[in-house]
Each structure stands twice: as C-alpha cells, then as structure tokens.
Nanobody, 130 residues
Framework: QVQLVESGGRLVQAGASLSLSCAASGLPFSARNMGWFRQGPGKEREFVAAIGWSGDVTYYADSVKGRFTISRDNGKNTVSLQMNNLEPEDTAVYYC???????????????????????WGQGTQVTVSS
C-alpha cells in the first residue's frame, strides 16, 4: 500500500523557519519524482517545489524561490522542504506528492502540474502569524 506521510507543520511567527518531512512507503522511491504542493484557505492547490528521482534537479515556484529548499534521502525514503523567512502568505496545508520518473523529464519538465502526480499525502498545516 502506497503511503505518503507529512510531518513538521506548526504555528510560527513571520520570519521563522520550518522543515517539513515526507516519509514514503509502498513504492520504489528512487524511481519517483517528488513534489510539494500547498493549499491556502479558499485557494486552489498550487505547486511549491519538486525534485528529480536522484536529487540532481530541483524546481521551485517563483513565490518561494530563494526561501525554500527541497531535498531527498533515497536511503531513508524521505523528502524534505526547508522553509526560511516564512510569510503569512505561506499559510497553507502542505502536501507531499509523487509521480513516476520518466526519460522525458528533461525535455518536458512539467513538475508544477499537479495532474501529473498520482500519489498524495494527507497534508500538514503550516500557519504563519503576522
């Protein structure tokens, strides 16, 4: 059974840092692209960051570039999201997602398309106060 479990979400003050973690099981982790998405109150789920199967390529939404860092540990089957200088606009439920790595990833880097991910976690709440 495929399972993605996020952890690390908290209530923090603006300017603080948080690290989220996603533990994966039931799938060949090293053959999967991994991503983070988020959904704020009354908003559509949006792309945050993604990482290729080996960790050699990363991709970020413009809104988080320079503040967030995605990483993975294929030995532990985990993917993390280090978030620095958090803003109230970052308040959302953060979801871990997975999709099969493809040879065409280099030519069609559609990591931001949530429709290309087939497995999702239940999310972890991040709240940033002013």
């Amino acid at each position: 059974q495929v399972q993605l479990v996020e952890s690390g979400g908290r209530l923090v003050q603006a300017g603080a840092s948080l690290s989220l973690s996603c533990a994966a099981s039931g799938l060949p982790f090293s053959a999967r692209n991994m991503g983070w998405f988020r959904q704020g109150p009354g908003k559509e789920r949006e792309f945050v960051a993604a990482i290729g199967w080996s960790g050699d390529v990363t991709y970020y939404a413009d809104s988080v570039k320079g503040r967030f860092t995605i990483s993975r540990d294929n030995g532990k089957n985990t993917v993390s999201l280090q978030m620095n200088n958090l803003e109230p606009e970052d308040t959302a439920v953060y979801y871990c997602a997975s999709r099969r790595a493809r040879a065409s990833d280099w030519a069609i880097p559609n990591y931001s398309d949530k429709g290309t991910y087939d497995f999702w976690g239940q999310g972890t709440q991040v709240t940033v106060s002013s």
